[in-house]
């Protein structure tokens, strides 16, 4: 649940290729383009799931990914799902979106929604865009309040060969995944992105520090728009790519894991003892083993009793030659509960 950013936009707006005839053709540098031309998918396809909280430390809801194989036109692709869900200052708001992407994160066909309900005022936010006919056609409607509703609408279009290193709200978290699983980020790795206006512009990848409780791999992401300050979001992920933390510079609330994974979990991390190889190790383990049967060969010393309660337990076991021995172990010593002495005992199970 990231904070909705305000839109100025007349209402009813439409442009097709939009975007100040003056400003330069914005592209993705060649190293972005070769980084998304080398990634490995089988390694990015798992789900993820935080928790969103406040400042405070307040439960305000959840946010969950999932990453899966599918197939759209009869092309292999990668359907990636993400939501978050929750509640600030009892408002229900939240963010759901549905992207199908090519094996090279290219996007076929994005879905976004964003929601706050407030009890007087809403705001409701889609866009879709969706690959044809050489172009990228984006769809986005903006509705303000319920009662008395406002619309915003834009439609705007930009042709395939100007999107090359696109990253979407959709795209970009399979992305870092995959920056993450690598812990690199490469120098001057520039890729472009749309502004709330749907203006091409630049997105940016750089690393962050790691955290203190566990060793995670940070990655910082920036947006920059044409009309307003630069959105920017930091996101921290364990070793094996899992989504740790995620929170956008200047939201009141932040996403996080609530439970490490059970491999991830160093408490109960299994490490394989090979003791008969330490020598150390090894004297030690014999020294207590013959100082444990020195002292247990003591204790039967000091009662002999014990010898013969186990001497007349066996034979009373093989003369009976009980199917359930454990139930006749319980019936023959439970008498003793009931005598004073091992001798009375005894006498209770002669024969």
């Known amino acids: 649940m990231e904070t909705p950013l305000e839109e100025e936009t007349s209402v009813g707006a439409s442009a097709i290729n939009a975007g100040p005839e003056h400003r330069e053709e914005l592209k993705a540098s060649d190293q972005a383009l070769a980084f998304m031309a080398s990634i490995e998918l089988q390694k990015c396809v798992f789900p993820d799931s935080l928790v969103t909280v406040s400042e405070g ?20 692709c990668l359907l990636l799902r993400a939501q978050s869900q929750g509640a600030i200052d009892d408002a229900p708001c939240g963010t759901i979106v549905t992207v199908y992407l090519s094996t090279d994160l290219e996007v076929l ?3 976004y929604h964003e929601y706050v309900k407030l009890e007087d005022h809403s705001l409701d936010k889609r866009c879709h865009m969706v690959q044809h006919d050489g172009q990228m056609v984006i769809n986005k409607v903006t509705t303000i309040g319920e009662v008395r509703e406002e619309m915003i609408g ?17 795209s970009n978290l399979l992305l870092m995944r995959l920056i993450a699983l690598r812990k690199m980020v490469p120098e001057h790795m520039t890729f472009i992105s749309f502004d709330q206006g749907l203006y ?55 996403m996080r894991l609530l439970q490490l994974p059970s491999h991830l979990e160093k408490g109960f991390e299994k490490i394989p003892l090979v ?27 000091q009662h002999p009793e014990i010898r013969a309660l186990i001497s007349d ?24 509960a009931s ?3 091992p001798e009375q005992c005894l006498k209770a199970h002669s024969f």
Request: hydrophobic share 40%; with cysteine.
């Open 275 to 301: 003791w008969e190889e330490d020598m150390q190790m090894r004297s030690m383990l014999l020294d207590r083993k013959e100082e444990l049967m020195a002292d247990h060969a003591s204790y039967l010393r």
């Open 313 to 336: 337990f066996l034979q009373f076991l093989l003369l009976r030659k009980p199917d359930n021995v454990f139930q006749f172990a319980r019936e023959y010593f439970q008498p003793f």
């Open 109 to 111: 066909e994005e879905d």
């Open 339 to 341: 005598h004073h002495t």
């Open 57 to 76: 430390g307040r439960d305000l809801g959840k946010f969950t990914v999932t990453v899966e194989f599918a197939c759209r036109v009869q092309r292999p």
């Open 154 to 170: 834009q439609d705007v279009s930009y042709p395939m060969s100007a999107l090359r290193g696109l990253v979407t709200e959709g």
């Open 200 to 254: 091409i512009t630049h997105t940016i990848f750089q690393l962050e520090v790691d955290g203190e409780a566990v060793e995670v791999f940070g990655v910082e992401r920036t947006v920059h728009s044409v009309e307003d300050s630069p959105t920017i979001w930091q996101c921290y992920f364990l070793d094996d790519g899992h989504l740790a933390n995620r929170v956008q510079v200047g939201s009141p609330v932040t």
